[in-house]
């Protein structure tokens, strides 16, 4: 505990000096290969040079503006996720932080519905879902002991089990239906492409929003720009954070609709600042190279492939893995193993998340290198082998 920090967070002993590609160093210099990426947002690694170039360059010029100027780098950036994404038909709002983007969604989703004249509208979220941790975005997260404490809520939210129970639970106040198309935090579940294209069509024909939070999903996680764009789905609505500026803090709500909010009905004062929007390009560019290089499909490649091995080499620890692109998981048969199996691949030099109550998760950088790949792995085995 920090004298000077509010207790929220459990962080691990080790504390690190810098970092260089997938690898961080601690004080020692002992080298630890980074299966995390800061929880999906350092997708770059550490230390990229173009984007520290791009950084420092910006920041010479200004590092922020006030939107009450124009700020090109945004418009820039709203264009490569309009165009990358293949949703040309979108306009996007600035913040800075995933919960953010969807507090824009959830203001954006009331001012439709006010609009169409609905009164007490609904949103459907499911119930294992995270949405993220403001007073709305807990709302959403269907996730009852998150939000225990917490009361009152908005309470416009109404949880589904699964994608069929979305069904059952639309009304005729329901305005949209918000939803993880992997679920990250609730077990790295992946959902089946039928279902969900039959959703998003069910939901045209109600005439419901399908807002899709691709906040972990999105920038080429799943090998795709976007998960929408690997489901091969229509949303209405799409969040974006994490990866987006490969680091700095960023969160992007974009939509299909026009004119709902009008001058003055959102803002923020960091949102879309020139430093992260131009970090965000430069993000996009980079990836968006190697991606036609298929250099992001081969790291999926051979990253899944070392996952498939430890799964088959330790069928007694673990019971499926799960995901797609490098968003990925393995269920542990006993939940209790998770906290430390955790500490000891940190002993072991290398980073894991967990995700829900007994899934080890992996959100690698999308250039992590095959020696960081293998090196990892075999830490990993090592602390397989040395777990009780
Ligand atoms: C799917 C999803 N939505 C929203 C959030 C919240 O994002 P942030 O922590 O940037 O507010 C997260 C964070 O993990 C997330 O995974």
Redesign the pocket.
């Known amino acids: 505990m920090n004298k000077y920090l509010l207790d929220v967070y459990n962080p691990f002993t080790v504390e690190f000096l810098y970092g260089k590609g997938s690898t961080l160093f601690d004080k020692k210099r002992k080298d630890y290969i980074d299966f995390t990426s800061g929880?999906g947002v350092n997708c770059l690694g550490h230390g990229n040079k173009k984007l520290v170039e791009t950084i420092s360059k910006q920041a010479k010029k200004f590092i922020h503006l006030s939107n009450i100027y124009p700020i090109k780098t945004q418009k820039e950036c709203a264009k490569k996720v309009a165009v990358l994404s293949g949703y040309k038909n979108m306009q996007g709002f600035f913040c800075n932080?995933?919960?953010?983007a969807?507090e824009a969604a959830i203001k954006f989703i009331r001012k439709y519905a006010k609009n169409k004249g609905i009164k007490k509208h609904n949103i459907i979220t499911l119930e294992n879902s995270?949405?993220?941790?403001t007073l709305a975005?807990l709302n959403a997260t269907g996730q009852k002991d998150k939000q225990l404490g917490f009361e009152p809520f908005p309470n416009e939210f109404i949880y589904a089990k699964d994608l069929e129970d979305i069904k059952n639970k639309i009304n005729k106040n329901s305005v949209a239906v918000m939803l993880?198309l992997i679920q990250?935090?609730g077990g790295i579940k992946a959902f089946d492409k039928k279902e969900l294209q039959n959703l998003n069509n069910y939901l045209k024909e109600k005439d419901v929003l399908f807002v899709v939070?691709e906040?972990?999903t999105g920038i080429y996680r799943t090998g795709e720009f976007l998960a929408s764009n690997f489901f091969e789905l229509k949303p209405d609505i799409i969040t974006m954070?994490?990866g987006l500026a490969g680091g700095l803090p960023i969160?992007l709500m974009m939509t299909n609709k026009k004119n709902i909010f009008k001058k003055g009905d959102h803002g923020s004062t960091f949102g879309g600042n020139p430093l992260c929007t131009k970090t965000a390009v430069e993000v996009l560019n980079i990836l968006e190279e190697k991606y036609k290089a298929k250099k992001i499909q081969n790291t999926i490649g051979l990253f899944q492939k070392e996952l498939e091995n430890i799964l088959k080499k330790n069928k007694k620890l673990f019971s499926s893995k799960s995901g797609i692109g490098l968003m990925l998981g393995l269920k542990l048969k006993e939940e209790k193993k998770l906290q430390s199996l955790l500490e000891i691949c940190l002993k072991n030099q290398v980073l894991v998340l967990k995700s829900g109550k007994d899934i080890v998760r992996f959100l690698p950088a999308l250039n992590i290198s095959k020696e960081e790949i293998k090196l990892g792995f075999k830490r990993f085995q090592k602390s397989l082998d040395e777990l009780k």
Not at 130 to 133: A, E, L, T, W
Request: hydrophobic share 25%; glycine share 20%.
């Open positions: 929880i932080s995933g919960a953010e969807n995270f949405h993220g941790r975005t993880e990250g935090e939070d906040i972990q954070a994490k969160g």
